[in-house]
């Protein structure tokens, strides 16, 4: 069984410009989360989608980052313009309906935003 | 809300000696605790869970971890460190109002490094 799988590991790119992050859940997830952790410190959530529909985006950081999941399939998240604070490691993790806890991460994308 | 607290952001231990990295959480209600861990450019994978049934958990590796609610703490354990025990460990807590991963909140991570 295929696991999450992320594209790019590594991005770097320089301030203002636009970069695109995907995932791929495991096949059959309808949970998909993103999460971010920032400059070694703890790992944050930022959105969840079920299907393609977004369940809960409260943790996105502002409106240069968007999100997507065509038809309930892959992700992409979108940083446009591209800031200084948005470097990290963006990780993405999936679930099937039903099984809260059963988190499968991808090993993340690191951002460099110079 | 939530908050989960790691001792230490990095550990060192000789091989063969005892492991132990601190968890301790916050939580208004019951909670779901966890440890993760990370093996260089690879993503994240559950170690073990705490979800009410034995306070002792058992995890893959050799890995174990005690609930103690009193002490508000998951701490995680293994006997004897091996070489590839080295990665970084998350623990991370969720209550369970529902059923939805945002609800994970994450500590900092302890890096532990296995000397030989």
């Known amino acids: 069984e295929a696991g999450v799988t992320q594209f790019p590991s590594h991005s770097v790119i320089e301030k203002g410009q636009t970069v695109t992050l995907r995932c791929d859940p495991i096949?059959?997830?309808?949970?998909l989360y993103w999460y971010r952790r920032v400059m070694g410190k703890e790992i944050k959530f930022l959105l969840h989608?079920?299907?393609?529909?977004?369940?809960?985006e409260s943790g996105m950081p502002n409106n240069r980052f968007l999100a997507e999941r065509t038809g309930g399939t892959y992700s992409t998240l979108k940083v446009q313009p591209a800031e200084l604070e948005d470097s990290g490691v963006y990780f993405c993790?999936?679930?099937?309906?039903?099984?809260?806890?059963?988190?499968?991460f991808g090993s993340g994308t690191q951002l460099s935003v110079l | 809300a939530q908050s989960v607290t790691q001792l230490g952001s990095h550990v060192s231990v000789s091989e063969g000696a005892l492991v132990l990295l601190r968890c301790n959480y916050s939580?208004?209600?019951?909670?779901?605790l966890f440890w993760y861990v990370q093996y260089p450019n690879q993503g994240l994978q559950l170690l073990l869970k705490?979800?009410?049934?034995?306070?002792l958990v058992k995890g893959i590796n050799g890995f174990e971890a005690e609930f103690k609610k009193s002490e508000t703490s998951f701490h995680l354990t293994k006997p004897s460190a091996h070489m590839s025990d080295a990665a970084e460990y998350f623990c991370?807590?969720?209550?369970?109002?529902?059923?939805?991963?945002?609800?994970?909140?994450f500590g900092p991570g302890t890096r532990l490094s296995v000397l030989p």
């Open positions: 993790a999936s679930s099937q309906s039903g099984v809260r806890e059963k988190l499968f």
């Open positions: 991370a807590v969720s209550d369970r109002r529902d059923n939805y991963g945002q609800n994970f909140v």
């Open positions: 939580s208004s209600v019951p909670p779901y």
């Open positions: 096949s059959g997830h309808d949970n």
């Open positions: 705490y979800t009410s049934a034995a306070t």
């Open positions: 989608f079920v299907k393609e529909s977004k369940q809960d």
